[in-house]
């Protein structure tokens, strides 16, 4: 009996409130059912789930578990012949249709299959080769999931635009459910109260805040008291910060609506919409100490201390791990936001940032082929943009030269005639022929500082690549040449998806589990209790173009790579 064919299960829900249904479970059980009675292999290592994510914009393919999926098998390691196994074609892809069929195309020429579970319909690359009636089929489907999609949305601007008209009118209507999580509301009163202990604690917040404590700091000191959050167990800076500046705190509304994905202010804040629940003048006495200038050693002037910003993950919770400057001690750390914030999520253990820096660019000077992590298809992309740039560059160059050959005609014949009708129709032209002319002048001064762009982004690739591994050679040059650090940190977000670093390094089990999870390709929930070892600490990284890695840094300064 031949081996069977590998299948993936891609399952998506538009809402987080979806996973409290039963969706994810139906996607999931009827690609088991598939499988089964085909004869499929599913695996189920990489975790294919997008849960609360929207394809309305794409977002799944670009940062979801479907762009994992693709990436994975751009790097070769989703083999030729698998089966991509969907509910429909719409869990996909909701974008229009062009960008819907790319997705969908991309998909079949790398080999891999997709089946939709609704009708059992099996695609294939031969499909979009052979057969014209299946290809208009999907094309059509995925057509009628946009327009839904589209109407859907505006169906929800214009109610939320009702809304917020009402809510101008009278100020009693409620807008949302979501409200300050210091506030109640009454349904049959229509009208928010003040929660006495919440408030309580406000005011203390922005007590330690207008002895010039930070939301950092002011954190910590909550958490470290064991005061649970509004909403959450543990108080995070975030949240800290975003309270201290939330103006419904003295009373404001602000209504908002989306502008291409972002909420953007709409009209005045509405004034005593809310219950006032702290002294105006201490809460502009606050936001005036929280905006005013850094001074002395803290401002940064362009300086770029940390390489790898956005990239880091705790091994342990899955948390961000943030660079911390110990300037008495002139030392640099990396320790997990849950640990510094005092959750008792994660345990406070740091790994030395120099060391680290030094380590990952060994890594990439000894032991990673960097041109091969930068997409290929990025770059092609980009040789295409400038081809059609230069196109466009000579097509307009060309209608300039005509221009300029039409005026010093039509200057001529000003010496020729004396009738002043024509002479009023060539001049006439003659401003509009010139004034087209220096449009164009224009454009094409823009397009060919394009170009320029384009050809350096192109051209510069190798040399971002010589400069990375030169950093690792020339030592200290590295620590104090900002602009060097931000060329090469701009490198590390180009080809680095995510790191995640071990600071106790990772010995017991379950941390060696988790570790060879994210390897696979995994994101592994939960977490793990974190380790103390002082001496051997270690990092994985994952590459976007599917490649991973695992270093180990071995006290002093020495990073020695165990390949996994």
């Known amino acids: 009996m031949d081996n069977p064919r590998i299948a993936y299960s891609y399952t998506r829900f538009s809402t987080p409130e979806q996973r409290l249904g039963a969706s994810g479970a139906r996607q999931s059980e009827r690609a088991v059912a598939y499988c089964k009675a085909h004869n499929l292999h599913l695996d189920t290592t990489l975790h294919l789930n997008d849960e609360g994510i929207s394809a309305y914009h794409g977002k799944n393919a670009k940062v979801g578990a479907l762009g994992r999926f693709l990436a994975a098998a751009e790097a070769g390691r989703i083999p030729p012949g698998s089966v991509l196994v969907i509910e429909n074609l719409d869990r996909l892809s909701r974008q229009n249709i062009g960008e819907a069929q790319e997705t969908f195309k991309r998909i079949l020429k790398l080999g891999v299959d997709i089946v939709t579970l609704c009708d059992e319909k099996l695609y294939t690359r031969e499909t979009l080769e052979v057969d014209a009636f299946a290809t208009i089929q999907a094309i059509l489907f995925m057509s009628r999931a946009h327009e839904e999609s589209e109407i859907k949305s505006k169906r929800v601007a214009d109610a939320w635009a009702r809304k917020r008209k009402r809510v101008v009118e009278d100020h009693h209507t409620l807008l949302t459910h979501r409200y300050p999580a ?121 300086e770029v201390h940390s390489l790898f910003s956005g990239c880091l993950t705790c091994g342990y919770c899955g948390a961000s791990m943030l660079y911390l400057d110990k300037r008495q001690g002139n030392q640099r750390y990396l320790v997990c936001a849950e640990a510094k914030k005092g959750s008792p999520a994660c345990k406070y253990t740091s790994m030395k940032y120099d060391e680290f820096e030094e380590s990952f660019l060994g890594l990439c000077k000894k032991e990673i082929d960097l041109p091969t992590l930068f997409n290929d298809r990025e770059l092609k992309k980009l040789s295409e943009s400038i081809i059609h740039l230069q196109k466009s560059i000579s097509g307009t160059e060309a209608t300039i030269a005509d221009n300029r050959s039409r005026t010093e005609k039509l200057i001529a014949k000003f010496a020729d005639t004396t009738n002043k009708e024509l002479l009023h129709n060539y001049e006439s032209y003659l401003t509009k022929l010139t004034a087209e002319t220096d449009t164009l002048l224009n454009v094409v001064a823009k397009k060919k500082q394009e170009l320029i762009k384009l050809k350096s982004a192109q051209g510069t690739i190798h040399d971002m690549v010589k400069t990375v591994a030169e950093a690792y050679d020339e030592g200290d040059r590295i620590k104090h040449d900002h602009e060097l650090r931000a060329r090469i940190r701009n490198v590390i977000r180009d080809i680095v998806d995510e790191i995640v670093v071990f600071p106790g390094g990772a010995n017991r089990k379950a941390t060696v589990d988790r570790l060879f999870a994210f390897l696979k390709g995994e994101r592994p929930s939960g977490s793990v209790a974190a380790e103390t070892d002082k001496y051997i600490k270690c990092y994985a990284v994952r590459f976007k173009n599917g490649a991973t890695t695992r270093m180990s840094l071995m006290a002093p300064n020495k990073g020695k790579e165990a390949r996994a």
Request: aromatic share 8%.
């Open 182 to 302: 210091w506030l109640r509301y009454d349904d049959t009163k229509k009208k928010f109260s003040p929660i006495p202990e919440k408030v309580k604690l406000i005011k203390k917040i922005f007590e330690f805040a207008s002895e010039g404590h930070g939301h950092e700091k002011i954190s910590r000191e909550l958490n470290k008291r064991r005061i649970p959050a509004f909403r959450h167990p543990t108080w995070d800076p975030t949240a800290v910060r975003d309270m201290m500046s939330n103006r419904a705190l003295i009373g404001e509304l602000q209504l908002c609506r989306m502008v291409n994905g972002k909420r953007v202010p709409d009209g005045e804040p509405i004034r005593n919409y809310y219950p006032v629940v702290l002294d105006p003048a201490v809460f502009h006495l606050v936001q005036s100490k929280r905006q005013a200038p850094l001074k002395g050693p803290r401002q940064h002037n362009g």
